[in-house]
């Protein structure tokens, strides 16, 4: 019970540390289509990646830190480029290209007694600039759109409250059906419901008192609503997978958490892991819905 108290005071603090902050990002500093923000997107994408590469380290594919870092910033820093500086769309492939290239190139005069392991190293050069980077890539992308701190605030509400209601709805009525995910035995069916009512019900919030974030030339709440829901639905069930595969990854290195950097999360990447493979879904599906008929 003490560890219980204890997890859910850390996660109260950081609950209450964290929202303002994001706020402050995102409504208080909106200059150069929300800068500040992408740089801390950037930043932790970059982060995630270093650990993500010293998970990879236990398996005995070794990326440097610095090279992991710098993978992991590129594609969200391209994008950053693009969207907020206004450099040009090709700041984009040829930014991938080069990452691509490096991994390729990077080895190719290897030592005798590295070339045996030249294409695991190979294979983790590509991870950790597609693992976050390329899925925190598509956060920087939101700021594209009309209204977008309100559209991302939005986002980052469904996808951390998914997670902070599933822990609840888990620790309080998870007791018997837990252990069905082998990944995630902690993770329980009680928690997967809570975290997706979550994020519908903060899809349907914002319909009915923010409407103008989802707003098409005026469109009515009743033809807002379904596509609201759907928005939340698939945005919350992919938040899930998101922790899920972060899971998958920890369990087969052998570790609890990425890091220690998050007061009651662990690391950078348990922090942001339902965020990155949720940024995708929300952005095809926001700009879908409601950015394409504009």
């Known amino acids: 019970m003490d560890n219980r108290a204890g997890k859910l005071t850390e996660r109260l603090l950081v609950f209450f540390l964290g929202i303002p902050a994001v706020c402050a990002l995102v409504f208080l500093l909106p200059f150069y289509r929300h800068l500040p923000l992408n ?45 907020s500086l206004d450099f040009p769309n090709w700041i984009i492939p040829v930014t991938l ?83 069905i995910i082998t990944v995630s035995p902690n993770k329980s069916i009680a928690g997967f419901i809570g975290g997706l009512f979550g994020s519908v019900v903060i899809s349907i919030g914002a319909v009915l008192l923010v409407p103008s974030v989802f707003s098409v030339s005026g469109s009515p709440v009743s033809a807002l609503l379904p596509k609201a829901i759907i928005l939340g639905v698939f945005t919350g069930i992919f938040a899930s997978l998101g922790d899920l595969a972060e899971s998958a990854i920890k369990r087969s290195c052998d570790v ?20 990155a493979i949720a940024a995708p879904v929300f952005f095809m599906l926001y700009n879908i819905f409601f950015y394409s008929f504009r």
């Open 256 to 275: 609890k958490d990425s890091g220690n950097l998050m007061l009651g999360r662990g690391g950078i990447l348990d922090s942001i892991d339902s965020v």
């Open 97 to 179: 290209m080069t990452g691509a290239l490096w991994a390729l190139l990077s080895h190719v005069f290897s030592g005798p007694g590295d070339v045996d392991t030249i294409i695991y190293r190979l294979a983790g050069c590509f991870c950790v600039m597609c693992y976050p980077g390329f899925f925190m890539y598509w956060m920087v992308r939101m700021h594209i759109w009309e209204n977008s701190g309100a559209v991302v605030f939005l986002f980052l509400l469904i996808t951390f409250l998914n997670d902070s209601i599933a822990w609840l709805f888990g620790t309080l009525f998870g007791a018997n059906n837990r252990g």
């Open 39 to 83: 740089i801390v997107v950037i930043l932790f994408s970059a982060a995630g990646a270093v650990e993500f590469s010293a998970m990879l380290e236990k398996k005995l594919i070794r990326i440097s830190k610095i090279e992991a870092f710098i993978l992991g910033a590129l594609l969200p820093l391209a994008s950053t480029l693009n969207v």
